[in-house]
């Protein structure tokens, strides 16, 4: 017997919009690294999640904003002059 492991989406209504609640792995896929990094990111507090019982769900908006914030903007390269 085999046991494989499958990443959760569960879309929760909030309104008039639907919030999607992503699994570790799932947020691990949507940000293109491992997981543990993401149980890093809620282990420091650096990312919103929600404590369902043992179960850990991030917001798909919250994974977005993350990435959003960690955004580094293209430094201004001046051209050098070339001295004689």
């Known amino acids: 017997m085999s046991i494989t492991a499958k990443s959760t989406h ?5 309104g008039d919009d639907v919030t999607e609640l992503l699994d570790v792995a799932a947020a691990a896929d949507l940000l293109g690294t491992p997981t543990r990094f993401v149980r890093r990111l809620i282990a420091e507090r650096r990312i919103r999640f929600y404590k369902l019982g043992r179960y850990v769900r991030i917001d798909r908006t919250d994974v977005e904003a993350f990435i959003a914030a960690s955004r580094v903007e293209a430094a201004l390269v001046r051209p050098r002059s070339r001295r004689a």
């Open 10 to 14: 569960v879309s929760m209504p909030a």
